[in-house]
Nanobody
Framework: QVTLVESGGGLVQPGGSLRLSCTAS??????MGWYRQAPGKQRELVAA???????NYADSVKGRFTISKDNAKNTVYLQMDDLKSEDTAVYYC????????????????WGQGTQVTVSS
């Protein structure tokens, strides 16, 4: 059975930082993505990476967010810096997808989501 567990969300002031974690069991986190969904909006891809070093970011987070992984812990991270109010959303990790030609294609496995709120 595959499970993904996210953590690290919370309330932060504009300009602050958070690091989200996604730990997998029953699955090797080689290719995965981070999504977010704000109230009233569609879920969108924020960042993704393949099994090597290729990464892909939404234009709105380029230069501020970094996706990385720790193979020993089977955990993927999303470091979020210089957070803005528009980054407020529930963040989900996704696995089981494919990464081809710089594009991430959504997999079948989702975490439960973690709330990120950016507000003064």
């Amino acid at each position: 059975q595959v499970t993904l567990v996210e953590s690290g969300g919370g309330l932060v002031q504009p300009g602050g930082s958070l690091r989200l974690s996604c730990t997998a069991s029953g699955f090797s986190m080689n290719v995965m993505g981070w999504y977010r969904q704000a109230p009233g909006k569609q879920r969108e891809l924020v960042a993704a990476r393949n099994s090597r070093t290729s990464t892909n970011y939404a234009d709105s987070v380029k230069g501020r967010f970094t996706i990385s992984k720790d193979n020993a812990k089977n955990t993927v991270y999303l470091q979020m810096d210089d957070l803005k109010s528009e980054d407020t959303a529930v963040y989900y990790c996704n696995a089981g997808g494919t990464y081809f030609m710089g594009q991430y294609y959504t997999g079948d496995y989702w975490g439960q989501g973690t709330q990120v709120t950016v507000s003064s």
